[in-house]
Every structure is written in C-alpha cells, then in structure tokens.
C-alpha cells in the first residue's frame, strides 16, 4: 500500500507547454512537500505546503486537504526544468514519498 | 553558508566492511534527517534529529544501521556488516525549527558494496 501515489509516472512536454503533475496521499498530514531531483542527483526543495497555495517564479503548488490531493504546475515549461519530481507528506514522525515524476521538456 | 555538506561522495566496499558516512548540516538548523534512495523503493526517511537527539528511527532497516549526531555540526550513519543490498544513495538533510519546514538537502553519498 502506497500512501502517496503519483501521476504521470513520465511526462514528455514541448518547451512553453503548460505542466501539471499531480499528488494525491491517504494519510492525515502535517505538511507537504515538492522536491526536485536534477539528473545528476542533487535534491532541491520546491514547496511546503499545509494548505492553499504557493507560487515561485514560473512554479505553482496547490493542495486541498479535504481531497487529499496536491498539484504542481509549471507555466512556460523550459528544458532546464527537465527533472524528476518528488511529493512527500510529513505525518507524525514519517515522511512517505511518491515514486516521482520523470519529467522531460523537449526544445 | 556552505550548505549541506557529505563525505565521502563514493564509496565502494566489499560485503562484510563497515561503512561510515558523514553529514554537515547547515549552522543553526536543529534538525537533521538521514534518507536512502534506491530504484526499488524510492527515496526512505531512515532516522532524524532534533538538537542531536534522535527523535524516530524506525526508518532504520536493521541492527546492523546506527546513526549519531554528536554535535550540532556532524552525523555520522554507519553499516556494520555492510551487504550488497545496501548499495544506495544517502542523502542527509537538514531543517530548522521544525520537522515540517523546507528541508535543504547535501549531496548524497552513492554506496556500492560489492
């Protein structure tokens, strides 16, 4: 059982293209969190969330907590955002992780 | 600040070698959170701490795992004996004030046991 399930697993997007990956989780939550794995590995964190929403430049998060559902979009997709994309949810003392999204914007 | 910082980058070892990776975390953040990653089951909340005292591991797959923090500036995580199941990326992570804020991640360390 995966407390937090992903989609799309693979997304292949042209440059300019608006994006959206989606997260959805059945735990109770605290918080939650996108983060960014570079294709060399390196781990960025995106957004912490515990309701509504955040922007960033050209990044948007949302989250509903009735739902247990968040979202994140990328306007003006650019192949630099090439990228797997983590959700986590922090609950009590666990984080659990999604399986990620590897996300692919084409020139 | 310098950010998260871990050593060594690469290790490889035999199975039955103890192994022992090292994490900065950066100055004033009071939490610090050890995570493996592999292909099989993604990235892992292993153990944290909070003001170096571990606060959850049951993350921490087997006896033969320890982690320490012996001060706000180092942690150590160490596999004692090492098996090539083990092989996996270690990230150490660190985050202030509490669990649930933005957690700013080193660089991993990439395990092969042999």
């Known amino acids: 059982k995966n407390e937090v399930e992903q989609s799309p697993q693979n997304l292949t997007a042209q440059e300019g293209e608006f994006i959206t990956i989606n997260c959805s989780y059945s735990?109770?939550?605290?918080?939650l969190h996108w983060l960014q794995q570079h294709p060399g590995g390196g781990i960025v964190s995106l957004f912490m969330l515990s309701s509504g929403k955040k922007k960033h430049g050209r990044l948007i998060a949302t989250i509903n907590i009735q739902e247990k559902h968040s979202s994140l979009h990328i306007t003006a997709s650019h192949p630099r955002d090439s990228a797997v994309y983590i959700c986590?949810?922090?609950?009590?003392?666990?984080?659990?992780f999604g399986t990620g999204t590897s996300l692919t914007v084409i020139p | 600040d310098a950010g998260v910082i871990q050593s060594p980058r690469h290790e490889v070892t035999e199975m039955g070698q103890e192994v022992t990776l090292r994490c900065k975390p950066i100055s004033g953040h009071d939490y610090l959170f050890w995570y493996r990653q592999t292909m099989m089951r993604g990235l892992e909340l292993l153990i944290y701490?909070?003001?170096?005292?571990?606060?959850?591991d049951s993350g921490m797959p087997e006896d033969r795992f320890s982690a320490k923090m012996p001060n706000a500036s180092f942690s150590t995580l160490k596999i004692q004996p090492s098996e090539p199941r083990d092989s996996a990326v270690y990230f150490c992570?660190?985050?202030?004030?509490?669990?649930?804020?933005?957690?700013?991640f080193g660089p991993g360390t990439r395990l092969t046991v042999l």
């Open positions: 992570a660190s985050s202030f004030i509490t669990r649930y804020n933005e957690q700013f």
């Open positions: 701490f909070n003001n170096n005292v571990p606060i959850d």
């Open positions: 986590a949810v922090a609950t009590g003392n666990q984080f659990y």
């Open positions: 735990v109770g939550i605290s918080a």
